[in-house]
């Protein structure tokens, strides 16, 4: 009778549930509609890379260090094949709001009341902690890598630098650091969903540091300078994690025992 009355207690899901086939049909519609988003954020990404100079914005960390300020290209389609790459991220962070609504559509039958709630403000959280260390990146991280890697051997070395590996290479620093700053936020919704506990994370922060140690070699540069620029963060982000968890953990103890 008692496991009877907690589960009846237990909020009620949002519709009933739906036959596999009708599940599998809504996924295929609901990515399609993703695939139309972000095609369409592609093309008026590609309209704004062209025409409000934004690989002029990504290259001026870099343009006082080379000759003449001027990145090279080897290919002619290079130019090209850039602007398209950078319209395609462009297109992806644009469509992120149309993304993350047809994601929630999807998966909110399955979910109940207090884990709906967590909705926005997890998409306007994770915005702004992407904008974070975004900027991070952007102002800090990459200008001081830049100086280190640019003027290691310079007597007998002069660089040569084409568009393509440059904005690969800044592109993926950038997005890299504006990804991990969302941990807080993947360990907060964790933890409402019981997932996670702050004793756990606690209990893996040594792992967790070799981790970060591991990711922050693969995703920047070969210099330890970046590297620690990047693992500093990390880790700070661990340990607030931990700290955010334990309050989710708190809030959670009155809710368990009610039931």
Known sequence: MVATQRVEDRPEKGSAEMPFLDHLEELRMRLIWVGAAVLVATIIGFYVITEFNVIGLLKAPIEPLIPEGRLLFTSPTEPMTVTLKLSFVFGIIM??????????????????????KLVVPAVLGGFALFLIGVAMAYFLVLPLGLI????????????????????????????AFGLIFQL?????????LGLITADTLRKFRRHAIVGVALLSAILTP?????????????????????????????????VDSAA
């Open 95 to 116: 469509a992120a709001p149309i993304i993350v609504y047809h994601t929630w559509a999807f998966l909110s039958p399955a979910l109940f009341e207090h884990e709906k």
């Open 148 to 175: 280190f890697l640019l003027g290691f051997q310079t007597q007998a070395l002069s660089p040569i630098i084409t568009i393509g590996e440059y904005l690969k290479f800044a592109t993926r620093l950038i997005l």
């Open 184 to 192: 807080p936020l993947v360990s907060v919704l964790l933890a409402v």
């Open 222 to 254: 070969a210099d330890v300078g970046t590297m620690l620029m990047m693992m500093g963060p990390m880790i700070l982000l661990y340990e607030f994690s931990i700290l955010l968890v334990a309050l989710v953990g708190r809030r959670r103890k009155p």
